[in-house]
Nanobody, 124 residues
């Protein structure tokens, strides 16, 4: 089992920034990939960004490319999502997830472990 704990959500005005953190516990991640998803009320859970634990290759959804940055810290077993120039449409619960393969998937069902989520609200 892998436990994921997200933090860093909150309320911010449009154009502002937030940094989300996800600390992972349980096992080695050298062959895993990690991702951020989000889900707004009435919407399906959607892929935001992903990263390979080993090597750090990244992939972003078109809606956030150029505004969000995903990164990881080996020593802290932590993945981050830096969100800049936030828009009201970014409002959602953000979830950290782990895929037990090194391939960065974009579908929620490809991921094996999930955090409890952290709320991000962007006002206009």
């Amino acid at each position: 089992q892998v436990q994921l704990v997200e933090s860093g959500g909150g309320l911010v005005q449009a154009g502002g920034s937030l940094r989300l953190s996800c600390v992972a516990f349980g096992r080695a991640f050298s062959r895993y990939s990690m991702g951020w998803f989000r889900q707004a009320p009435g919407k399906e859970r959607e892929f935001v960004a992903g990263i390979r634990w080993s090597g750090g290759s990244t992939y972003y959804a078109d809606s956030v490319k150029g505004r969000f940055t995903i990164s990881r810290d080996y020593a802290k077993n932590t993945v981050y999502l830096e969100m800049n120039n936030l828009k009201p449409e970014d409002t959602a619960v953000y979830y950290c997830a782990v895929d037990r393969t090194p391939n960065i998937g974009t579908m929620a069902y490809e991921y094996d472990y999930w955090g409890q989520g952290t709320q991000v609200t962007v006002s206009s």
